[in-house]
């Protein structure tokens, strides 16, 4: 049995390492309402996007466009939003976990056929440790979500898609439902969904869309259909750095409800350690008496 002292030093290391975990809980927490916030504010902003979009190309089905094409998937692209830190429950061993079935998914293609875009330092590094090429240092844009930094990656994948240098871009994230809810996603960002953006349009029932265009359909269409990636990359890269503050608020959350059911786990084994000692001191003293007579 561990000694009255041992179980003393325990119990104060358990509380330090509350204090510590409790701090990360509020930082993490702070974090979250300014992402919540980010989210918020840019939201509105892409469903108007979204559904001048939709009323457009639900106007007319006979639009084609590079970016709806649907090709032989010859060449891949595949980007993976994580944290650059740890302590965030199971939150980046799911990003991996899903990558690694993603990549499998295309390993026959190729490694050279198969680009990696990995957004957050744990997935870099689990690329790394494969042995895998990534196409670039996106750490920073995990940390501090930039529309401009989101608008230069996407490009480059619009223009090597348009190029035919990709046949299609997969996009791994956690969606953020709650502080308890993040929802782990693997969707297509290119081709863009041409018929579920109608499917969309058509089931907005008081959607307008009688439009006057000026210039043409399909130069606003040209312009507009990038305008709405950028943003929905944008909002993925929101929702992926709000779901991290989230993991990580519960995770420390939790750390510290363990600390407290620990501590006071420890102080009854301390008092009934303490209780031992005094009873078998007082046995001492009475055996010692008892002697003397």
């Known amino acids: 049995m561990a000694s009255l ?14 204090k510590i975990t409790s701090a990360m809980k509020m930082i993490a927490s702070a974090k979250l309402h300014k992402a919540q916030a980010a989210i918020g504010n840019f939201l509105p902003y892409q469903a108007k996007l979204d559904a001048i979009l939709t009323n457009l190309l639900s106007s007319d089905i006979s639009y084609d466009s ?21 302590l965030c429950g199971a939150y980046n061993a799911n990003v991996i976990k899903e990558f690694n079935a993603a990549y499998k998914q295309y390993e026959s293609l190729g490694r050279d056929n198969i680009l990696i875009y990995p957004v957050g330092k744990k997935i870099a590094d689990a690329v790394k440790k494969q042995g895998l090429k990534s196409q670039g240092d ?39 439902v709650s ?16 018929e579920q953006a109608q499917s969309e349009a058509e089931n907005a029932k008081n959607a307008q869309t009688d439009y006057i265009l000026e210039p043409s359909k399909e130069e606003i269409l040209e312009s507009l259909i990038p305008t ?31 600390a407290d059911e620990l501590v006071q786990d420890l102080t009854v084994q301390y008092n009934k350690s303490r209780q031992q000692a005094v009873t078998n001191e007082l046995l001492d003293i009475i055996g010692g008496a008892s002697a003397l007579e």
């Open 179 to 194: 502080t308890g809810t993040q929802i782990l996603e693997k969707g297509s960002f290119l081709p863009f969904n041409l």
């Open 66 to 86: 590079p970016f709806t094409q649907k090709r032989e998937v010859k060449r891949v692209a595949i980007i993976v939003f994580s944290s650059n830190s740890s």
């Open 5 to 18: 002292k041992e179980i003393k030093d325990r119990i104060g290391s358990v509380k330090s390492t509350k």
């Open 138 to 176: 996106y750490r920073e844009m995990a940390d501090n979500p930039s529309y401009q930094a989101v608008q230069d990656l996407a490009k480059d994948l619009i223009g090597k898609y348009v190029n035919k240098d990709l046949d299609e871009v997969v996009i791994i994230y956690h969606h953020f």
């Open 228 to 258: 709405v990636l950028y943003s929905r990359l944008y909002a993925v890269l929101l929702d992926s750095n709000a779901s991290e503050h989230a993991a990580r608020t519960m995770a420390m959350q939790i750390a510290s409800d363990n």
